[in-house]
């Protein structure tokens, strides 16, 4: 399938490639990291990378503008993005031909070509497995940026996902020239504000018997400490470092009054919760939408019941 991949890419002038809103390092990484890797190969196309950026990580990789022209007779690749309304930019039907390449469960193959291993720890392991099982040899850059997103999607090599492929090809982007503890420092590395938010999670943390736990960050509260939805990404894992704490909801009021619902477990999965609430994602990390502070109770109770049965 890698083959086919880069034999379509290879018929293309224009290549366009999209990952999800509200990028993580891995849809930067996997993103950005593949438009390098194939500018250095195919300097006569035109590659760019398009999304909104968010501003706590513009240090990883920034966009480029991509007028709507450019779609026309293009090949646009979408990653790390497991459901088409969270592609971010929503013109990657405009091109002539979509590769979809992803780690997360295949509940929508979106794409004309779909490349879907749920065995990779991210989707940055899939592109660095991509370019050396095509032979493609990566710059200093991709690997910087590849290795973050494998640095990222699995918390430091914590998380279950990691397998002893996803070390070894850590390893190989380590040899590579880029300052690997500077980019670990900055992506460990929080604002003043993103502290205290990580101060009122632990403090206001609701935790049951079988340590089923969430927590309520408000729209007031946000704006009170000058942060926004973007900003939770540097709490998500928080709960997780507390001994009791099996499994845990962060709800995350939005402007328009509903709440973004950050779902989190250490043992039993808990992606079907988040597909019975408009959302979906890995077994033991996903997200849903919640209308109101009811359907947050609801989601609540549903997690609660999961661990009961445990
Ligand atoms: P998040 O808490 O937003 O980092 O989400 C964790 C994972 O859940 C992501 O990697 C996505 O795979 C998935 N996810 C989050 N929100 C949604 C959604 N609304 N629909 C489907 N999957 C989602």
Known sequence: MFTQILETIQNYDTIIIHRHQRPDPDALGSQVGLALLLKEHFPQKTIKVTGCDDPNL??????????????????????????????????????????????????????????????????????TDFALATGLSLTNEAARLL??????????????????????????????????????RMMDTFSLDIAKLQSYVFEHLTIDENGVAYVTLTQELL??????????????????KIDTVETWAIFVEQPEGYYRVRLRS?????????????????????????????????????????????
């Open 58 to 127: 513009t240090w990883l990789a920034q966009m480029n503008a991509v007028s709507d022209q450019e779609y026309e007779g293009a090949l646009v690749i979408v990653t790390d993005t497991a459901n088409s309304p969270r592609i971010d930019d929503e013109r990657y039907q405009k091109g002539a031909y979509l590769i979809k390449i992803d780690h997360h469960p295949a509940d929508d193959q979106y794409g004309d070509l779909n490349y879907v291993d749920t065995t990779a720890s991210s989707t940055s392991e899939i592109i």
């Open 147 to 184: 290795y973050a997103g494998i640095v990222g999607d699995t918390g430091r090599f914590l998380y279950p996902a990691t397998t002893s492929k996803t070390l070894e090809l850590a390893a190989i982007l380590r040899n590579y020239d880029f300052d690997a503890s500077l980019l670990a």
């Open 223 to 240: 704006n009170k400490m000058g942060l926004s939805d973007l900003d939770t990404g540097a709490i998500v894992s928080s709960p997780g």
């Open 266 to 310: 250490k043992s039993v999965p808990i992606n079907e919760v988040a597909k019975r609430h408009g959302g979906g994602g890995h077994l033991l990390a996903s997200g849903a939408v919640s209308a109101s502070i009811e359907e947050n109770e609801a989601i609540y109770q549903e997690l609660q019941k999961l661990f009961e049965e445990k």
